[in-house]
C-alpha cells in the first residue's frame, strides 16, 4: 500500500492534465535549487529540511510529501523527458561497462568515468536548455500550491560536475547551487559496503576503493570550483549539519532565499508523511553512523582526496572544526 502510494504521488505528473496546459510555458522559473553531493553523504536529509518549505517543488511533490524521490534523473520516467546529458547514475544502459555495469553509484565521477557525465557551457544548446526548462515548468504546474512563488528542488547526484552545463540551461533563470560534503575517509569506505556500483568483474578491495576515492575528489573539486564562480554557491559538510542542524539549515536558507521556518529543521515529534517506507528513518533523531576504517583504507584515500579533504577541514580521525556561519563555502 504505502510502495503504491509513493509511486501514485511520485508519478501524478506523468498522468496529470495540468502539464499540457498552454499555460505551463508562463511559469517563471524563479530561482531553481540543486542539492550536489555523492551517494551516502548526507543529501537526502539536508534536502528533506527544505523539501518542508511551502514554497519548494520537488519531482514527487510540495511539502506535504517531503519523503518522496528527489532525484529527476534518477527514475527512468523522468529521465525520458529529460536531455541524456542530465541523466543521472542509475539506468544507464547506455553507459553499460565491462567493469561498472549500468549502475555506478559512488564511482560515476572516477577518472574512466568522469567524460561521460562531465557537462559544461560549450555542451549546452538551445534544444536542451528548451527541454528542461520546460520538464521543471511542468512539474511547478502539477505540484506547486502558488505556482508564482515555487521553487523547484533536485537532488541528482551527477549534477555536481555539471554546474556551467545547468548554469548555461537555465540562463537567466539564477540557479543556485548547495554541496553536501563529508569526510571521505569515512565515506568511501562506507560507500562501497552500502552503495556499490553493479560490478560485472570484482576488482580487488584496494581497486575498488581507489575507484571511489577519485571520484569524491573529481565531484567535489569539480563542484566548488565550478560553483564558486557562478555566485551562488554554498558547501557544507555534512558532519556541522550533524552537530548544529539549525545553523547550517539557517545559513541554507539565506544562501537560496528562503524563509526560516522552525518546521524546516528536524525535532522530536514530527510526523512523516503516510507514504514513508517502514526502513527509512532519515530525519529524527540524528545519526552518526561509524564505522571503522583501517590504516590501509586511509593511505589509498588519502593519495587521492588527500589535498582536497585538509582544506576543508577534514582529516582520518579528527571531527573538523565547525563552520562559524554554518557554510564553508559561499
Given at each position: 500500500m504505502v510502495r503504491f502510494e509513493r509511486l501514485r504521488r511520485r508519478d501524478r505528473w506523468r498522468y496529470s492534465v495540468r502539464r499540457r496546459f498552454p499555460s505551463?510555458?508562463?511559469?517563471?522559473?524563479?530561482?531553481p535549487i540543486f542539492v550536489l553531493g555523492l551517494q551516502g553523504g548526507g543529501t537526502t536529509l539536508v534536502t528533506r529540511c527544505l523539501l518542508r518549505h511551502p514554497s519548494v517543488v520537488s519531482m514527487s511533490g510540495n511539502s506535504s510529501y517531503w519523503v518522496a524521490t528527489d532525484e529527476l534523473g534518477f527514475v527512468r520516467?523522468?529521465?525520458?523527458?529529460?536531455p541524456s546529458s542530465l541523466w543521472g547514475s542509475s539506468h544507464r544502459d547506455d553507459l553499460a561497462h565491462p567493469l561498472f555495469g549500468t549502475e555506478h553509484r559512488s564511482v560515476w565521477a572516477c577518472d574512466e568515468l568522469l567524460p561521460a557525465y562531465r557537462r559544461t557551457a560549450d555542451d549546452a544548446t538551445s534544444a536542451d536548455a528548451a527541454r528542461f526548462q520546460r520538464v521543471l515548468r511542468e512539474h511547478i504546474g502539477v505540484y506547486a500550491s502558488a505556482r508564482d512563488s515555487a521553487r523547484f528542488l533536485d537532488k541528482t547526484h551527477a549534477n555536481a560536475v555539471r554546474i556551467p552545463y545547468i548554469d548555461a540551461l537555465l540562463a537567466g533563470c539564477d540557479p543556485f547551487y548547495v554541496l553536501v560534503l563529508?569526510?571521505?575517509?569515512?565515506?568511501?569506505p562506507r560507500v562501497l559496503r552500502r552503495k556499490p556500483p553493479s560490478w560485472r568483474t570484482l576488482p580487488p578491495y584496494e581497486e575498488q576503493l581507489t575507484l571511489v576515492a577519485q571520484h569524491w575528489e573529481n565531484a567535489s573539486r569539480l563542484a566548488i570550483e565550478d560553483g564558486r564562480r557562478t555566485g551562488r554557491f554554498g558547501a557544507l559538510r555534512f558532519e556541522d549539519f550533524l552537530r548544529n542542524p539549525e545553523a547550517v539549515v539557517r545559513a541554507i536558507c539565506n544562501l537560496v532565499g528562503l524563509s526560516l521556518r522552525p518546521d524546516l529543521i528536524p525535532r522530536a515529534g514530527d510526523r512523516l508523511p503516510f507514504a514513508t517506507l517502514k526502513t527509512d528513518t532519515k530525519w529524527y533523531p540524528l545519526r552518526d553512523d561509524s564505522w571503522e576504517v583501517s590504516n590501509e583504507e586511509i593511505a589509498i584515500v588519502e593519495a587521492h582526496c588527500g589535498e582536497l579533504a585538509a582544506r576543508l577541514g577534514y582529516g582520518p580521525s579528527a571531527q573538523p572544526a565547525q563552520a562559524e556561519a554554518g557554510?564553508?563555502?559561499a
Amino acid at each position: 500500500m504505502v510502495r503504491f502510494e509513493r509511486l501514485r504521488r511520485r508519478d501524478r505528473w506523468r498522468y496529470s492534465v495540468r502539464r499540457r496546459f498552454p499555460s505551463v510555458d508562463r511559469i517563471r522559473l524563479d530561482r531553481p535549487i540543486f542539492v550536489l553531493g555523492l551517494q551516502g553523504g548526507g543529501t537526502t536529509l539536508v534536502t528533506r529540511c527544505l523539501l518542508r518549505h511551502p514554497s519548494v517543488v520537488s519531482m514527487s511533490g510540495n511539502s506535504s510529501y517531503w519523503v518522496a524521490t528527489d532525484e529527476l534523473g534518477f527514475v527512468r520516467n523522468r529521465m525520458a523527458a529529460l536531455p541524456s546529458s542530465l541523466w543521472g547514475s542509475s539506468h544507464r544502459d547506455d553507459l553499460a561497462h565491462p567493469l561498472f555495469g549500468t549502475e555506478h553509484r559512488s564511482v560515476w565521477a572516477c577518472d574512466e568515468l568522469l567524460p561521460a557525465y562531465r557537462r559544461t557551457a560549450d555542451d549546452a544548446t538551445s534544444a536542451d536548455a528548451a527541454r528542461f526548462q520546460r520538464v521543471l515548468r511542468e512539474h511547478i504546474g502539477v505540484y506547486a500550491s502558488a505556482r508564482d512563488s515555487a521553487r523547484f528542488l533536485d537532488k541528482t547526484h551527477a549534477n555536481a560536475v555539471r554546474i556551467p552545463y545547468i548554469d548555461a540551461l537555465l540562463a537567466g533563470c539564477d540557479p543556485f547551487y548547495v554541496l553536501v560534503l563529508r569526510n571521505p575517509y569515512a565515506i568511501c569506505p562506507r560507500v562501497l559496503r552500502r552503495k556499490p556500483p553493479s560490478w560485472r568483474t570484482l576488482p580487488p578491495y584496494e581497486e575498488q576503493l581507489t575507484l571511489v576515492a577519485q571520484h569524491w575528489e573529481n565531484a567535489s573539486r569539480l563542484a566548488i570550483e565550478d560553483g564558486r564562480r557562478t555566485g551562488r554557491f554554498g558547501a557544507l559538510r555534512f558532519e556541522d549539519f550533524l552537530r548544529n542542524p539549525e545553523a547550517v539549515v539557517r545559513a541554507i536558507c539565506n544562501l537560496v532565499g528562503l524563509s526560516l521556518r522552525p518546521d524546516l529543521i528536524p525535532r522530536a515529534g514530527d510526523r512523516l508523511p503516510f507514504a514513508t517506507l517502514k526502513t527509512d528513518t532519515k530525519w529524527y533523531p540524528l545519526r552518526d553512523d561509524s564505522w571503522e576504517v583501517s590504516n590501509e583504507e586511509i593511505a589509498i584515500v588519502e593519495a587521492h582526496c588527500g589535498e582536497l579533504a585538509a582544506r576543508l577541514g577534514y582529516g582520518p580521525s579528527a571531527q573538523p572544526a565547525q563552520a562559524e556561519a554554518g557554510l564553508l563555502i559561499a
